[in-house]
């Protein structure tokens, strides 16, 4: 019996000593996420905590984490094990944001100034239910058929497709939503933020405001090797910097969505490992630092918040998107972007029109264009926070196509000769877009 005792206390250290090791440092992060997550599926899109729990928290590990909401006071905790307590917090304007200990919830804040003017014209131009339009062309029997076999039946989990839209020339020929959701549902886009993010610098070039193929406006680097980084090579992801951008871990990128005060900050502060243009490498530390970029180019905070709606998001028609914010008060472009499949859709729209809006020009054409052509070493994969398929990535869909994508299987899916923009939101990762957009794209004759 003592041997046997012996064992089971060693037995019990050596399990404690593995979760030391493996576990207790994520708790953090784990908590993080399902506290910011609760707080934002909640607050921005009405969804019951059980919804939360298991769809968008259903995550291994995360799924560990016990939540809680506040209603009066606007916002989520959540724990693991009762242990790595975090908080995030709630602001309408603003979005959810996770706090730590020193923030200071009592101090003011703005928020973006948004424009919500009624017109009186149908999708995608106006707020008018759009026109039911039969086109000829369209296979409706195949095209259906495509976008019903993109969600699960009754019972299962494996496709996770919570809405699919598809627009062809301006017209929605497909639409459909899962159980919970529906056509004012705010979905979160998580990466596709960053073709957001991307568009402002599309903006603010044809205002000559800035211009890309200069050094970035960053006083730190100038003095270092990183002076010659242009912001071309911060949109194609090309700058050279250090960055690690692996969520199944403590890394880069976990530590700045779930523990930086300041966003905008976290890949500024990296050494350069390569020279310019020489190395693609992923970073949505990259893309919160071009955030960074932007809030630099105003005199004013509340003219950057402003700035993002009224120049882009509101411009568009976009009037269900929210762009969160970190504690620092700035747009977190990577990964924070939450809005109805609709207007996720107009977002597509306004790049298959090559920046022309119902008339206006927000961008040059040419950089619709230069947003689609693959940056140096990514092997065609990537463009400047767009994600491309010209190295046919997708072998059975056209090598034209480009697309916003996010974790989860997040996509908005672009075919300038077609015509025809794609919205996907879900939960997988292993999703088959190859099946889902060649077979849309065959319905179309």
């Excluded at 606007?74 to 602001?91: D, Q």
């Excluded at 890949?267 to 960074?292: D, I, M, V």
């Excluded at 927000?362 to 767009?386: C, D, H, I, M």
Aim: hydrophobic share 40%.
């Amino acid at each position: 019996m003592k041997k046997f005792l012996k064992y089971f206390a060693l037995a019990i250290v050596v399990l404690f000593v593995y979760f030391g090791i493996t576990t207790y440092p994520k708790l953090d992060l784990i908590s993080g996420f399902s506290a910011k997550s609760t707080a934002s599926g909640h607050f921005l899109d009405n969804r019951p905590l059980q919804i939360i729990e298991q769809g968008d928290n259903d995550i291994p590990l995360v799924n560990l984490a016990a939540n809680s909401i506040n209603e009066a006071g606007k916002f989520a905790v959540s724990s693991i094990y009762g242990i790595k307590e975090r908080k995030a917090i709630y602001r309408v304007g603003l979005g959810a944001t996770l706090i730590n200990e020193h923030f200071d919830t009592s101090k003011p804040y703005e928020v973006p100034r948004r424009t919500n003017a009624h017109i009186n014209l149908p999708f995608p131009y106006g707020d008018k239910e759009p026109k039911d339009t039969v086109f000829s062309n369209i296979d409706y029997k195949k095209l259906n058929a495509a976008v019903d076999n993109s969600f699960d039946k009754k019972g299962e989990k494996n496709k996770r497709t919570r809405a699919i839209l598809v627009v062809y020339k301006d017209h929605i020929i497909a639409e459909k939503y899962d159980a919970n959701f529906n056509k004012n549902s705010r979905l979160l886009g998580w990466s596709m933020t960053k073709s957001i993010t991307g568009t402002l610098f599309g903006i603010l070039q044809k205002q000559g405001k800035l211009d890309i193929n200069k050094p970035a406006p960053i006083a730190e680097w100038k003095k270092d090797n990183r002076a010659k980084i242009t912001l071309n090579d911060l949109l194609h992801m090309n700058s050279g910097l250090e960055w690690e951008e692996k969520y199944d871990k403590i890394c880069d990128a976990t530590k700045m969505l779930f523990q930086a005060e300041d966003m905008s900050r976290s890949q500024l502060e990296k050494p350069a490992a390569f020279a310019p243009n020489t190395h693609w490498n992923y970073s949505s530390g990259t893309t919160n630092l071009l955030s960074g970029i932007i809030r630099n180019q105003f005199k004013t905070h509340q003219e950057y918040l402003d700035f993002w709606y009224s120049a882009l998001l509101d411009k568009i028609g976009m009037h269900s998107a929210i762009i969160e914010t970190d504690m620092a008060g700035n747009f977190v472009g990577s990964s924070y972007g939450w809005a109805t499949a609709r207007d996720w859709g107009k977002f597509g729209l306004l790049y298959l029109h090559k920046g022309n809006w119902n008339g206006e020009q927000l961008f040059e054409e040419s950089w619709a264009k230069y947003v689609a052509t693959p940056t140096n070493t990514s092997n065609g994969r990537y463009g400047a926070q767009f994600w491309l398929n010209s190295g046919g990535y997708f072998p059975d869909v056209p090598k034209e196509m480009y697309y916003a994508s996010g974790f989860q299987g997040q996509m908005v899916a672009i075919f300038p000769s077609k015509d025809l923009v794609i919205v996907h939101l879900g939960l997988s990762e292993k999703f088959d877009f190859n099946g889902l957009l060649s077979e849309v794209v065959k319905s179309i004759k």
